[in-house]
């Protein structure tokens, strides 16, 4: 009876994933998901619901829970950046969770800057990272409301993945941005990808039949 419910629960949660994505992105999703996980020997959580988040002071209604970024989006990311041969100064960020982002988009910065605001998520990351970020480059990793943050530098590259249930504090980051120059958006699983277009020039968008995906703007 208990492998039904357990059978029954992850074909479920299958079926969920391939409506939500599509059977061509969802494939995609899971062939870099193996391929990279074995690679960077990945074994960290892969859906942490709100209220395990060990979040303070912030509505939690107003976040997503954690998801880490898949590494088809960041793949993505790699190849545009990499075509154009374009690299930055500095590479943000906002709510890194387990580090997915940071040390596989390194190669891209000299300065990594990450902001986390779940505790429990922040330790997990900035053990890994601590490991996997080259010495080389500059590590600084803050447990905060990333929506606190405004020394942004020129010459950045910009990761959010889809942080907000609402808009308006995807209003505050696009606003504390808006004045950078040399620099980029990427915005995985836009939400609020309109609302972002009529701010920033969208210069890539890969997307399944809903939201899910990713796009690139150039501040």
Do not use: C, W
Request: positive net charge; charged residues 25%.
């Amino acid at each position: 009876m208990l492998n039904i419910k357990f059978e029954y629960k992850t074909f479920l949660a299958y079926s969920n994933f391939i409506f939500n994505y599509g059977l061509r992105f969802s494939l995609k999703i899971i062939f870099f998901e193996f391929k990279y996980k074995n690679y960077y020997k990945d074994h960290t959580p892969k859906h942490i619901p709100n209220n395990k988040l060990s979040i303070k002071n912030y509505d939690q209604e107003k976040i997503t829970g954690y998801s880490p970024t898949y590494y088809y989006y960041l793949n993505l990311t790699k190849l545009f950046f990499k075509r154009k041969n374009i690299k930055f100064d500095n590479l943000y960020d906002i709510g890194f969770g387990t580090g997915r982002v940071l040390y596989y988009l390194q190669f891209l910065a000299k300065n990594i800057y990450g902001f986390e605001i779940s505790k429990k998520l922040f330790d997990i990351g900035e053990k890994k990272l601590k490991n996997m970020i080259n010495k080389n480059k500059k590590l600084e990793l803050q447990y905060m409301n990333g929506l606190r943050f405004s020394k942004y530098k020129n010459n950045s590259l910009i990761f959010i993945y889809d942080p907000f249930t609402k808009d308006d504090d995807l209003n505050i980051i696009l606003n504390k941005i808006s004045r950078l120059k040399n620099s980029y958006l990427v915005y995985a699983n836009p939400r609020f990808r309109d609302h972002v277009s009529q701010k920033f020039k969208e210069v890539f968008f890969e997307k399944n039949h809903n939201f899910r995906g990713i796009s690139i703007f150039k501040i």
